[in-house]
């Protein structure tokens, strides 16, 4: 009976002596991946359990980069800063094939405005400038290089101007007398232009540090075992033969 008991306690100490292993490694697993679990981890020691450390952290980049890609508001630049009328709302009028923008609308301290001033259409849309005969003679055209050229300012009613944008991107324009009263405005065309895109930088960032600190972790504890390893096979070849050696000189 006591020699079984003996076998027994020495078993049970084996065991937990394994179990506190396996629970420590379990532990730094556990923080990284909450499936992983200790079991695995054990015998494995920190090779999978880093491994999969790593997994994790590319999977809570990706959804992170997407986002900034996605659906991002349209980025005019900071071309509608000085736009009196502009309020940051870009009219949706994506589904329609004409749309209409007033010309010498009410802003920028008269009738030198257009309305809206942003505005988003589908490819092949086509945009028609109609104007109010209010405040002057105004025209369209793109700032810098671009497609719109409506000709002369006019300030006759009813007049109009239309183009149809077969270019997704960003299309902004002046009127060329009311410019620098803020007479501007800007069409947004498709799916593919430029986007303000600032909730996508920030997920990558709180995402990516979480991995190399746990992944370091392991690693750095490997690597310590590896060279402690190592270097104790190192000293005791080394001192097992040069000792006799520098005895005899
Ligand atoms: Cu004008």
């Known amino acids: ?8 306690s020495r078993r049970a100490f084996v065991l937990t002596a394994a179990g506190a292993a396996t629970a420590a490694t379990g532990t730094a697993a556990a923080q990284e991946s909450p499936t992983g679990g200790g079991t695995e981890t054990g015998t494995a020691e920190g090779t999978p359990a880093g491994t999969d450390g790593g997994a994790t952290g590319t999977e809570g980049g990706s959804p ?3 986002g900034g890609g996605g659906g991002g ?3 005019f630049g900071g071309f509608l800063d000085s736009v009196g009328n502009f309020d940051g709302t870009v009219v949706d009028a994506q589904g329609q094939d004409q749309v209409s923008v007033a010309v010498g609308a009410q802003g ?3 009738n030198f405005a257009f309305d809206p001033p942003a505005v988003h259409v589908d490819n092949g849309a086509t945009v028609v400038w109609e104007w109010t005969g209010q405040g002057g003679g105004h025209n369209v055209v793109s700032d810098g290089e671009g497609p719109l050229d409506s000709g002369e300012a006019v300030a006759d009613q009813g007049t109009t101007y239309e183009y ?3 270019e997704d991107g960003i ?3 002046i009127c060329e007398p009311h410019e620098s009263l803020g007479m501007k405005g800007s069409v947004v065309v498709g799916t593919d232009y430029p986007t303000a895109s600032a909730g996508g930088g920030g997920g990558g960032g709180g995402g990516v540090p979480q991995v190399p600190n746990s992944a370091k972790t392991l690693g750095i504890a490997t690597s310590l075992v590896m060279v402690v390893t190592l270097g104790l096979t190192y000293v005791f070849m080394r001192y097992g033969g040069d000792y006799e050696l520098s005895e005899k000189d």
């Open 64 to 66: 992170a980069d997407g």
């Open 1 to 8: 009976m006591a020699s079984r008991n003996t076998t027994v």
């Open 108 to 110: 920028n301290g008269g």
């Open 171 to 173: 299309f902004n324009y």
């Open 164 to 166: 149809t944008f077969d």
């Open 73 to 75: 508001p349209p980025d």
